[in-house]
T-cell receptor, first 116, second 110 residues
Framework: DAGVTQSPTHLIKTRGQHVTLRCSPI?????VSWYQQVLGQGPQFIFQ???????GRGNFPDRFSARQFPNYSSELNVNALLLGDSALYLC???????????????FGEGSWLTVV | KNEVEQSPQNLTAQEGEFITINCSYS?????LHWLQQHPGGGIVSLFM???GKKKHGRLIATINIQEKHSSLHITASHPRDSAVYIC????????????FGQGTRLTINP
């Protein structure tokens, strides 16, 4: 079975542009979370979606949005890109959607975004 | 102060040495994860703990819930163990959100 797949793997955007990152969870997984990892730091939680509904949102501006599709894949959208948005964007999937569900979380390889 | 603190931030050792990486957290959790990140960026889940101890090959992870502390041990370390090791905790309520430590960069020299 395929793991968590993310696309694109690398991309370069200009300040002010918009970007869409995509994630396909492991087959059967209904929860998708997005994290931002700036160089040299640990990942920071952006969003969690479960059964196509937003279940949690981190401390990120409204320029960041996401959605989950009926097949449980997900998109992360970032508008009006800033230099500080340059980071590795990680997608994670799991079976359950709650904090207490004891499911392992699986990560994709990430999408490297560079804003110039 | 970060909710999850790891030590050391960087660790260099010789092949064969016993490695310990520590993680302390200041919040209630439902589970603690140890993760491995290679330079390419992808993260691999090593362990998920809510109590006690787990072992997988040369890796051992322990957690003390009362002291809010966990350790990751690597026995007979090898250069292929070189990576960033990250501790992350899952809060007991709300979204399935992981709070990460800053990571420990481990380098094993041959």
């Amino acid at each position: 079975d395929a793991g968590v797949t993310q696309s694109p793997t690398h991309l370069i955007k200009t300040r002010g542009q918009h970007v869409t990152l995509r994630c396909s969870p492991i087959s059967g997984h209904k929860s998708v979370s997005w994290y931002q990892q700036v160089l040299g730091q640990g990942p920071q939680f952006i969003f969690q979606y479960y059964e196509k509904e937003e279940r949690g949102r981190g401390n990120f501006p409204d320029r960041f949005s996401a959605r989950q599709f009926p097949n449980y894949s997900s998109e992360l959208n970032v508008n009006a890109l800033l230099l500080g948005d340059s980071a590795l964007y990680l997608c994670a999937s799991s079976l359950g959607g709650t904090a207490s569900s004891g499911n392992t979380i699986y990560f994709g390889e990430g999408s490297w975004l560079t804003v110039v | 102060k970060n909710e999850v603190e790891q030590s050391p931030q960087n660790l260099t050792a010789q092949e064969g040495e016993f490695i310990t990486i520590n993680c302390s957290y200041s919040v209630g959790i439902s589970a603690l994860h140890w993760l491995q990140q290679h330079p390419g960026g992808g993260i691999v889940s090593l362990f998920m703990l809510s109590s006690g101890k787990k072992k997988h090959g040369r890796l051992i992870a322990t957690i003390n819930i009362q002291e809010k502390h966990s350790s990751l041990h690597i026995t007979a370390s090898h250069p292929r163990d070189s990576a960033v090791y990250i501790c992350a905790v899952r809060r007991p309520q709300g979204a399935q959100k992981l709070v990460f430590g800053q990571g420990t960069r481990l380098t094993i020299n041959p």
